[in-house]
């Protein structure tokens, strides 16, 4: 894999770490008694997760 290849795939996945932080956070603290936003910020977290995902499979790596 050349450089660039690695560099972008360090960035993605630390972008992908933090998102996922992100939700766990959010899911964690509505099943211990939270609000319903902390729901809503989980589940909108867990679908730019999983769209993260798909974004850098399908389109990042069809390009290489």
Same mark, same amino acid.
């Given at each position: 894999?050349?450089e660039?290849?690695?560099?972008?795939?360090?960035?993605?996945?630390?972008?992908?770490?933090?998102?996922?932080?992100? /939700? /766990?956070?959010?899911?964690?603290?509505?099943?211990?008694?939270?609000?319903?936003?902390?729901?809503?910020?989980?589940?909108?977290?867990?679908l730019?997760?999983?769209?993260?995902?798909?974004?850098?499979?399908?389109y990042?790596?069809?390009?290489?």
């Open positions: 894999m050349s660039e290849g690695n560099r972008g795939l360090k960035l993605f996945l630390e972008f992908w770490l933090l998102i996922g932080v992100l /939700a /766990a956070f959010n899911l964690y603290s509505y099943f211990r008694g939270g609000s319903k936003l902390f729901l809503g910020v989980g589940l909108i977290a867990v730019a997760f999983i769209g993260w995902a798909l974004f850098y499979i399908f990042v790596r069809s390009k290489q």
